[in-house]
């Protein structure tokens, strides 16, 4: 990816876990960054940064606010990452699921046809959205049935198709990425990844009972590294095709219960593991395995960071912040 000063980026979703990375490796190749903050925001993951990004107030739901900020800053760039993005969230609050990922993505879209800019928007879809996967049509293409099991996926198939359809509409540059699981540091800690690794510092540091408290451990997740995830979402508004879909995953699976083994291999605590049923989702997707032929082909994108050092530094983030 070639060094480009002043080019105008636009991050929604700044503050969150992909935001910020995504924001570092955007100022590393000289992008002007800007990024829509609400007022309660947490800004722990961009503090480090914040002295050199250019952020505003600002809330999907709110679309005059949008309108106004994309009509100053005039980015050429947009990443749409902001989302209510825990599945677990989403069957406790469907409605506000609903409002967020798909009233906040139609307002955003609004905002940019009204200021009649035409932007390149990456939006952050999801390997959600494919829910219920027969063996049969493993490891999962771009073109399988979508069939989503959860309130969190059925909002993320509604934007993805939104992008869809603007596109088809207004002739806008949207580019759909459905990002299989990612983690790394900053991971929040509602997230399986994060949450065990944060269980297991707290053991060490003695604050609490040598127990981890886990939900289904047999389930299969595509898990990429944070920071070659917005690697791929950067090449994918440089390379990608108006209006086309893309897979971005590791194209392996590992069980959650090998997860959690690889982070207790990095410990020296002796535990306990204890099923908890309140962590246990109505439906859950056995196995989630991405086939990405289709980016690495266009971009050159590939994963470069093993899944075992993102376990080590996930573990390691939290044991700096517990």
Not at 55 to 79: C, V
Not at 129 to 134: F, H, Q, R
Not at 229 to 248: F, T
Not at 265 to 291: A, E, F, Q, T, W
Request: some cysteine; proline content about 4%; charged content about 25%.
């Amino acid at each position: 990816m070639s060094n480009i000063s002043k080019e105008r980026a636009l991050i929604t979703g700044i503050t969150g876990f992909a935001g910020s990375h995504l924001a570092e490796l955007l100022l590393s190749y000289g992008y002007k960054v800007s990024g829509i903050v609400r007022a309660r925001s947490k800004t722990d993951n961009i503090d480090h940064i914040r002295h050199k990004l250019h952020l505003e107030d600002a809330d999907l739901l709110d679309s005059h606010s949008l309108y106004s900020i994309i009509g100053k800053i005039k980015p050429n760039y947009i990443f749409h990452l902001a989302a209510q993005s825990f599945v677990q969230s989403s069957w406790a609050s469907p409605a506000n699921t609903m409002e967020i990922n798909i009233v906040g993505s139609v307002n955003l879209f609004e905002a940019v046809k009204r200021v009649g800019l035409n932007p390149v928007i990456q939006i952050a879809c999801s390997s959600e959205e494919y829910g219920l996967v027969y063996p049969s049509e493993l490891p999962v293409k771009e073109d399988n049935p979508l069939r989503p099991q959860s309130p969190y996926a059925v909002s993320k198939v509604a934007m993805d198709y939104l992008g869809y359809q603007y596109f088809q509409s207004y002739k806008m540059i949207i580019i759909r990425t459905r990002g299989f699981n990612h983690t790394g540091p900053r991971r929040g800690e509602v997230f399986v990844t994060s949450n065990f690794a944060r269980q297991i510092a707290m053991i060490e540091k003695g604050k609490v009972e040598p127990v981890i408290h886990v939900g289904d451990l047999t389930t299969e997740r595509d898990w990429t590294d944070v920071r070659d995830m917005v690697k791929g979402y950067l090449l994918a508004v440089q390379k990608g095709k108006s209006g086309e879909v893309y897979n971005i995953c590791s194209e392996k699976a590992i069980k959650v219960g090998d997860m959690l083994n690889m982070l207790l291999s990095y410990s020296r605590k002796k535990v306990k593991i204890r099923r908890d049923i309140s962590r246990l989702r109505p439906s859950d997707v056995p196995i989630l395995l991405g086939n990405c032929s289709k980016f690495k082909k266009l971009t050159g994108w590939k994963p470069e960071i093993p899944f075992a050092q993102t376990m080590k530094d996930l573990l390691n983030y939290w044991r700096g912040r517990v």
